[in-house]
């Protein structure tokens, strides 16, 4: 069945292809269990895309390069919060124009970064176990950003379930009015979360430009950011469903691009809109039928609190 | 003050907080000006007042929500200026919230913790939240869902999680609106054990009877005074109301109308509930006649918001579940039911009765267009439908600057009066009311029950839904009650012993769950 498609390479090829919808789906949810709609993911992954490369490029440093990274989509994220949260503009308009905002932006200011390679990002030396036949070559041949991905999943898991601050950010996220009357900071948790956000989907968007891709080009993000959303609803909210979610959408558009090179017998187009049509069909499934309740939403999500009398 | 005032015990236990010429003024209303009063230890203190006296913004600034402008507080002779609710709490003052302050997808002990300032591991704070909550006769199982419990029991959660805290103040925002008779009695049970303990209680409520029974003093306010004090137990309810309201009160008269044919019959009506953590309608049947008021009482969340829904038509159900006039209307949505007369007044003003930021013009063509003729070929004819809502603004005394201004930016009571003006406006012939007078005050309640009558003697079949045990016995003809989805058999309303009613809506609700969980 996998004709000319090695499993291994396979595998640890969706790994790296989901880095960037984790981190930015990782964010999201943290954003969207404390409340928040930020539709703007898309506009922060691809600033931070931009960020993320000159840095790298004018400081020689890939690590400086991902701090560059996340705080471009830090920056996004802070213009979007100080609309949402303090003007109490609509939360989908502004994050709509966030997206908008950042693919313009970053097309401004990487014009003359086009053609450049960044400074590599290496894999992390496992010595002998990387020599392990299949599992060496799937699990210990990746660079680290790869399995921070992975941890950012376990900790945004533990923090939610088993923390103080986690509790507090569902607290708000469940009922702004009931949050306040027992004297939490809504607008400053709120604030927290959306930075938070921000600088995952920046590290996301740098990770695409820096070790993906990598180089620059405009609109290099394409959709992914997107993609990331609808992961957050696919998971119901919860982090691991968050990580099988990003894998299986990884794995979709890995696959599409080794089964073109097999030369299968599928049209190249169908092939590349299969991961967003899937992504289509899976929220339409799981809107469907039992309705939000199943779908665990937090219940204020989307409305902007004002603390009123 | 006479003598025997003085040796009363609770005048001889040592002063716990005293508030000193308080007043806080919001743009174009002054909601506290110049108020004082004081607790003792262990007192039981009524905050008595209509809505908009005040009340709520005095405790909240007690509670650290608010800042007073002017005025000081003292709690136990030390000035007392609470920044949050986090110094509140710190100080030994807790509040048991009306509403707005649990929520519903985590379960009683996150709840709990959410309401501490340094709660314990979550293993230990459930075994404590067990032991206090049944030290006190109210069992709560730590690991349940909020959003699954009655209103009672999540009461119990806001009660516990101030408890757990070991208060000096303890202050209840309205705590009996949501409860049946009888846990009610529990309710007071525990605020006397705990005023034995030496906790004061700061209790707001404007049903007089209770702070009759409970409290031992009273401060009452109007308007953002305080006009009396008084020893509760020494005054008549009626004597406190007319100090409340400043006027004397008219109980609403009816007209003995007589009853006509079956005008809404309903028939095994079941359906599923659309609102998260809603309770589904179980074969619930009854049948109201031309000229009589149903009054439906029940604890909320036991179906009253579907049964409004599926009267109304916005949820469907079997055809022949739901008759107006003998013809079955189950199936149809409700635009077909508005044209055989049946119009429906639900309890969420803001987003379900009244669209918040259409005008009040606008709102009034959202229910009223089919009846009352205001479109024309697919054209909305405005001059017909601004008479009309200046005609609702008019005969319901809508205090608004216009009737162009947003439905959100009226006061809560008025809005109501807006839209349960707006149905009864529409020569209705069957009437679905659900808690029509929540959160109005006391002589717009009044209005608001007498056109309810009005339009029952004028032949309507009406189903009032009420959380108001008082409004229900005063305007209805039969009663039943809504427990968990199932509505007992309606019984004339003559007389119904409050023993009976509170049986008929289920007793101690969820008791029975709380202990078996144990």
């Known amino acids: 069945m996998f004709g000319g498609i090695d499993p291994a390479l396979l595998i640890s090829a969706l790994m790296v292809a989901s880095v960037p919808i984790i981190l930015a789906a990782i964010g999201e949810l943290i954003v969207e269990r404390a409340g928040v709609l930020n539709l703007g993911v898309e506009g922060m992954m691809i600033m931070g895309a931009v960020c993320g490369f000159i840095v790298s490029v004018q400081s020689g440093s890939a690590v400086m390069g991902f701090v560059g990274g996340a705080i471009g989509g830090a920056a996004m994220a802070f213009i979007f919060g100080v609309l949402t949260q303090f003007l109490l503009a609509n939360q989908v308009a502004s994050g709509l124009a966030l997206t908008l905002f950042g693919l313009g932006l970053s097309s401004l200011m990487g014009q003359s970064f086009v053609g450049i390679r960044p400074p590599a990002t290496g894999a992390v030396p496992f010595g002998p176990l990387a020599d392990i036949p299949f599992f060496g070559r799937v699990l210990f041949s990746h660079d680290w950003v790869v399995y921070a991905s992975i941890a950012s999943v376990a900790a945004a898991w533990w923090v939610l379930k088993a923390t103080r601050t986690g509790l507090i950010l569902r607290a708000v996220g469940e009922s702004h009015d009931a949050a306040h009357a027992l004297g939490y900071k809504v607008r400053r948790i709120r604030m927290l979360a959306i930075l938070f956000g921000g600088a995952m989907a920046g590290l996301g968007g740098a990770y695409i430009s820096m070790v993906r891709v990598p180089q620059w080009t405009d609109g290099i993000t394409s959709g992914a950011g997107w993609i990331a959303l609808a992961i957050v609803v696919f998971a119901a909210w919860r982090p691991w469903r968050a990580l099988v979610g990003a894998y299986l959408f990884g794995g979709i558009s890995v696959l599409q691009l080794n089964l073109q090179a097999a030369g299968a017998r599928i049209p190249v187009e169908y092939l590349s809109m299969s991961p967003y049509l899937i992504t289509i069909l899976v929220l339409v499934i799981m809107s469907s039928g039992k309705g939000k309740a199943a779908l665990n939403a937090p219940a204020s999500l989307g409305q902007n609190f004002h603390a009123s009398r | ?518």
Request: aromatic residues 4%; contains cysteine.
């Open chain 2, 1 to 518: 003050m006479t003598r025997p005032e003085l040796l009363r015990p609770e005048l001889l236990r040592p002063e716990l907080l005293r508030v000193e010429g308080v007043t806080k003024a919001y743009p174009g209303v002054v909601a506290n000006s110049d108020v004082s009063f004081s607790i003792s230890e262990g007192e039981i203190h009524a905050l008595l007042g209509e809505n908009g006296a005040g009340k709520s913004t005095l405790v909240k600034m007690i509670y650290g929500l608010v800042k007073p402008d002017s005025g000081r507080m003292t709690l136990r002779g030390a000035a007392y200026t609470p920044a949050e609710p986090r110094a509140a709490r710190a100080s030994g003052v807790a509040m048991v919230f009306q509403h707005f302050s649990l929520f519903e997808a985590l379960n009683v002990a996150e709840n709990v913790a959410l309401g501490m300032e340094n709660p314990p591991p979550m293993k230990e704070l459930a075994s404590r939240i067990k032991a206090v909550s049944e030290e006190y006769g109210l069992p709560l199982d730590p690991a349940r869902m909020v959003g699954d419990l009655s209103a009672g029991e999540r009461q119990r959660v806001e009660i516990v999680r101030c408890l757990l805290q070991d208060p000096k103040l303890l202050i209840m925002d309205e705590p009996t609106s949501v409860l049946t008779p009888q846990e009610v009695d529990i309710l007071f049970r525990t605020l006397r054990q705990l005023s034995a303990e030496g906790t004061a209680i700061l209790y707001i409520s404007h049903k007089l009877e209770e702070i009759r029974t409970l409290c031992d003093e009273a401060t009452i306010l109007r308007r953002g005074k305080v006009v009396a004090t008084c020893t509760p137990r020494e005054r008549s309810a009626r004597e406190m109301a007319e100090l409340m309201i400043g006027a004397t009160l008219t109980p609403p008269e009816r007209a003995g109308g007589t009853k006509g044919a079956t005008a809404l019959e309903v028939v095994d009506l079941s359906v599923a509930s659309p609102i998260p953590f809603g309770t589904s309608l179980k074969n619930v049947s009854f049948k109201v006649a031309k000229g009589e008021v149903l009054g439906i009482a029940g604890v909320a969340g036991n179906g009253q918001d579907e049964l409004l829904l599926a009267l109304s038509g916005e949820v469907r159900a079997a055809r022949d579940a739901v008759k107006i006039d003998g013809a079955g209307v189950g199936h149809t949505g409700t635009n077909e039911r508005r044209a055989l007369g049946l119009v429906a007044a639900p309890e969420e003003r803001l987003g379900h009765a009244a669209a918040p930021d259409m005008s009040l013009v606008e709102n009034a063509l959202l229910s009223g267009a089919l009846r009352k003729g205001l479109t024309r070929n697919g054209f909305i004819d405005w001059g017909k439908t601004e008479a009309f809502a200046a005609g609702i603004v008019k005969d319901f005394d809508v205090r608004t600057p216009g009737t162009h201004v947003a439905a959100r930016a009226l006061s809560g009571g008025n809005l109501q009066k807006f839209v349960v003006g707006r149905e009864l406006s529409q020569t209705p012939t069957v009437i679905v009311i659900n808690q029509p007078t929540w959160g109005v005050d006391a002589a717009a309640a009044a209005s608001i029950r007498q056109a309810i009558l009005d339009r029952a003697a004028g032949g309507a079949a009406v189903v009032v839904i009420s959380q108001d045990l008082d409004e229900l016995l005063e305007i209805a003809d039969s009663f039943a009650a809504l427990n968990e989805g199932r509505l007992t058999r309606p019984r004339p309303v003559a007389g119904l012993t409050i023993d009976e009613i509170g049986l008929m809506m289920g007793g101690a609700h969820g008791m029975e769950v709380a202990h078996h969980a144990h």
